[in-house]
């Protein structure tokens, strides 16, 4: 399923966040959005899943626009995995992944066998069955970030949106948390701040910068150094490994 935004808007107070962003993302594509703090990454993509609603524009999800859906028809075709997640309550590890379940149950409904044989294979597709009866709060942060994908990969959508999720991670869990989410194979929007990761995972690029799209293409096409110094204002080199990947070298 493709994900489309349409000339999206987002003024809160009287500052214009988004000043008429448009993105798309073809069915299975891996799409990362870049740029400076402030850039209006992760309020662009709170509007997409619905968490803010634009001043302006239109998002499609397929052929629907996501404004006429309900959250539980979106939910059922998008999940989200971001950056920061708290619970007031002491959840196990498998009741917060059954939350993903929501979105197919009606109100009052029981969990089934379903929804637990849904819980343990997503939780062993990201490692983590063993922590099935573990304490959320327990866990490390890369740890809880595996489990809200495994919550994310519960609710069974097509569609996957990354507000920033490796932030506070270290690199061992950065390439984890993607690796597993490169090989699920669905249409993924992701606010990644780091440019060598967004060159390693993501088939095309979008670059934000001042509330408005700036910039892209493939990660070869957009992280150039002449691109990257008028975006972030630092000196870079390019250069490729005996593999043919792309690394930028920063310079002091």
């Given at each position: 399923m493709n994900i489309c935004a349409?000339?999206?808007?987002?003024?809160?107070?009287?500052?214009?966040?988004?000043?008429?962003?448009?993105?798309?993302s073809k069915s299975r594509e891996f799409i990362g959005i870049i740029g400076p703090n402030g850039s209006g990454k992760s309020t662009l993509l709170?509007?997409?899943?619905?968490?803010?609603?634009?001043?302006?524009?239109?998002?499609?999800?397929?052929?629907?626009d996501i404004s006429k859906m309900s959250v539980k028809e979106s939910a059922k075709k998008l999940a989200?995995?971001?950056?920061h997640n708290y619970y007031n309550f002491d959840f196990s590890v498998g009741e917060v992944v059954l939350m993903g379940r929501s979105p197919h149950k009606k109100s009052l409904e029981p969990d089934n066998s379903e929804d637990y044989d849904i819980v343990n294979e997503s939780l062993e597709k990201v490692g983590m069955l063993g922590f099935k009866n573990r304490s959320f709060s327990t866990l490390s942060g890369g740890e809880q970030q595996r489990v809200i994908l495994?919550?994310?990969l519960a609710q069974q959508t097509p569609c996957l949106i990354l507000d920033e999720p490796t932030n506070h991670l270290d690199i061992k869990y950065q390439l984890s948390l993607l690796n597993i989410v490169k090989s699920l194979n669905l249409t993924i929007i992701s606010a990644i701040h780091d440019l060598n990761i967004a060159s390693m995972y993501c088939d095309r690029l979008f670059v934000m910068k001042n509330g408005r799209i700036v910039g892209m293409g493939t990660p070869q096409e957009v992280l150039t150094k002449e691109f990257i110094k008028e975006i972030y204002d630092i000196d870079v080199e390019i250069v490729y490994d005996s593999k043919g990947d792309m690394h930028i070298l920063y310079s002091r």
């Open positions: 349409t000339d999206i808007k987002m003024e809160i107070g009287n500052n214009q966040i988004l000043k008429g962003v448009s993105i798309d709170k509007c997409i899943y619905r968490t803010l609603k634009p001043n302006n524009g239109c998002i499609m999800l397929g052929r629907q989200v995995v971001a950056q495994a919550r994310a």
